[in-house]
Each structure stands twice: as C-alpha cells, then as structure tokens.
Nanobody
Framework: QVQLVESGGALVQPGGSLRLSCAAS????????MGWYRQAPGNQRELVAS???????NIAVSVKGRFTISRDNAKRTVALQMNSLKLEDTAVYYCRYLDFRSIYWGQGTQVTVSS
C-alpha cells in the first residue's frame, strides 16, 4: 500500500501562484512515476504533469510554461509549482503514484482561481 498526502490548495487571484506538495509513504518502489491530475466540475480527470523517478517529465500543453513539476526521491515528495494561474485552472488537484504493481491516488486538494 502507498499513502499520498497532498497540501497547498487554496483560493488565489488570477495571475497568482501556488505550490502543491504531495508526500508518499508506505511500500514505495524505487522505479515509479508521480504526478498531478486535476478534475474540474463536469469534466474528466486530466493529466497536469508527471515525473518519473529518473526525472523524465510529461506536462500538459495547457500548463506548459506556467507550471513546473519536481520531486525529491529521498523525501518521497513531488511538488507542482503553479504560476500565472488562470480561471480555468480551478479544479481539485490529485496526486498520483504509479509503479509496476499498482496506481494510488491522494484525496485531492482544491485550487480555486477567482477574483
């Protein structure tokens, strides 16, 4: 089992910044991918960004240039730095952990962009 705890969601004005963090614990396999997904009301859950334990990044076109994903393998954490936030970035953001055995999700953290 892998447990994921997210933090950092908040209400922010358009153009502002937020940093989301996710800490993983439990049965962590050394080769894994951690990432962030988001789901807005009425929409499907979509990939925001992911990063492998080797540092390979995959990032959605809609956030490229504004969001940055990073991880600390020793601390088992992954972070999402979100800059120049837009109204359409409003969603629940979920941390995801993937290895060859299974996929695990965090409970989600709300990001609301509003003036």
């Amino acid at each position: 089992q892998v447990q994921l705890v997210e933090s950092g969601g908040a209400l922010v004005q358009p153009g502002g910044s937020l940093r989301l963090s996710c800490a993983a614990s439990g049965s962590i396999f050394s080769a894994n991918t951690m990432g962030w997904y988001r789901q807005a009301p009425g929409n499907q859950r979509e990939l925001v960004a992911s990063i492998t334990s080797g540092g390979i990044v995959n990032i959605a076109v809609s956030v490229k240039g504004r969001f940055t994903i990073s991880r600390d393998n020793a601390k088992r954490t992954v972070a999402l730095q979100m800059n120049s936030l837009k109204l359409e970035d409003t969603a629940v953001y979920y941390c995801r952990y993937l290895d060859f055995r299974s996929i695990y999700w965090g409970q989600g953290t709300q990001v609301t962009v509003s003036s």
